[in-house]
């Protein structure tokens, strides 16, 4: 397994945990030579490419209306959301087609089919790997290359724990289940997409958001 991570400690350290199978590696999904050094990377270390899985994410700077929104943070939530899947996926289903196929996992949200106040630039980009995850799987369903997408809620991860603290209460009175979500809770998903167990899979946006969408 290729553990890439923009910052190297991260990457460094989740392959530690990983175990000795794992390779770390340095990767700024916003510039898309990264992406086809990171793929080429994990070719170069296993021999081949069968799964992959789009993780990389930030939030908006500040909760603010669309026609507030700063051009600077909308570029960089956009550059990292939407282009970094976008490049990543480039680069991915090349090294997929050559070993015959595979699955592709994107993380998107549950703000890639809902909307949110404040939160414009993630709304769109996580729209728009929905679409492109649909995209992709139609264009190479029968090359034997499945994509899926998958829709956690509000996630406890260091990223969001200052939000979840200061607006526990409204989000938790968003989700039937009575809590947020942990990544123990989206991981297994992430598992049976990527595995031969979903085989029948393809083009679709799955949630893990606690009942939030079922609303």
């Not at 794992?22 to 050094?37: G, L, Q, S």
């Not at 989000?171 to 809770?185: C, N, Q, S, T, W």
Request: hydrophobic content about 50%.
């Amino acid at each position: 397994m290729l553990v890439a991570d923009y910052a190297s400690e991260a990457a460094d350290a989740v392959a530690g945990e990983v175990g000795e199978s794992a390779r770390p590696f340095a990767a700024d999904v916003t510039d898309p030579e990264a992406c086809v050094a990171m793929v080429e990377a994990a070719v170069d270390a296993y021999g081949r490419l069968d799964v992959a899985v789009n993780n990389a994410g930030i939030s908006p700077a500040a909760l603010v209306r669309l026609a507030d929104v700063d051009v600077a943070d909308w570029r960089r939530v956009v550059a990292t959301n939407l282009d970094g899947v976008f490049y990543s996926l480039r680069a991915e289903i090349p090294a997929l087609l050559a070993g015959g196929g595979g699955s592709i996992v994107n993380m998107a949200s549950i703000y890639g089919v809902v909307a949110r106040v404040g939160v414009a630039a993630y709304t769109a980009a996580k729209h728009g790997v929905v679409g492109l995850t649909r995209t992709a799987a139609v264009e190479y369903g029968r090359d034997g290359i499945r994509v899926n997408a998958v829709g956690p809620a509000t996630t406890e991860t260091p990223l969001t724990r200052a939000v979840i603290a200061a607006q526990h209460e409204e989000i938790v009175a968003k989700l039937p289940i009575g809590r947020v979500a942990v990544p123990e809770d989206v991981a297994p998903l992430v598992v049976f997409l990527a595995s031969d167990a979903a085989a029948f899979c393809t083009g679709g946006w799955y949630a893990v958001d606690g009942g939030w969408t079922a609303q």
